[in-house]
Nanobody, 123 residues
Framework: QVQLVESGGGLVQAGGSLSVSCTTSGRTFSSYAMGWFRQAPGKEREFVAAVSRSGGYVYYADSVKGRFTISRDNAKNTVYLQMNSLKPEDTAVYFC????????????????WGQGTQVTVSS
C-alpha cells in the first residue's frame, strides 16, 4: 500500500506561480511512476503531468506544457509540480498518483491516489 499526501495548494492571482508537492512513506517510492491529475468543479479528472521512476522522462498535458514542471526527489520520497503563468482555468483540486509501469502508459491506470490539494487562480 502506498499512501500519498499532497501539500502546497492555495490561492494565487492569474499569472502567478505555485508549487505543490506529494510525499509518501516507505522505501518503494522509486519503484513507481508518479503523476499529477486535477479535477475542476463539474468536470472529470484529467491528466496533468507524469514522471518516470528515475525522473529522466516527463510527460505533460498540452494545456500545461511550457508552464508546469514535474520533478521528483527519490531521496525525499517526494514529487513536485511547479506551476507558472497560472490561469483561472487551472483552478482545480490537484491529486498526485502512483503506479508501477508495465505498459508504458503514463497517462492513466494509476493505482494509488492522494487526497488532493486545492489550487485556486483568481482573475
Amino acid at each position: 500500500q502506498v499512501q500519498l499526501v499532497e501539500s502546497g495548494g492555495g490561492l494565487v492571482q492569474a499569472g502567478g506561480s505555485l508549487s505543490v508537492s506529494c510525499t509518501t512513506s516507505g522505501r518503494t517510492f522509486s519503484s513507481y511512476a508518479m503523476g499529477w491529475f486535477r479535477q475542476a468543479p463539474g468536470k472529470e479528472r484529467e491528466f496533468v503531468a507524469a514522471v518516470s521512476r528515475s525522473g529522466g522522462y516527463v510527460y505533460y498535458a498540452d494545456s500545461v506544457k511550457g508552464r508546469f514542471t514535474i520533478s521528483r526527489d527519490n531521496a525525499k520520497n517526494t514529487v513536485y509540480l511547479q506551476m507558472n503563468s497560472l490561469k483561472p482555468e487551472d483552478t482545480a483540486v490537484y491529486f498526485c498518483a502512483a503506479k508501477r509501469i508495465y505498459d508504458g502508459d503514463y497517462y492513466s491506470g494509476y493505482d494509488y491516489w492522494g487526497q488532493g490539494t486545492q489550487v485556486t487562480v483568481s482573475s
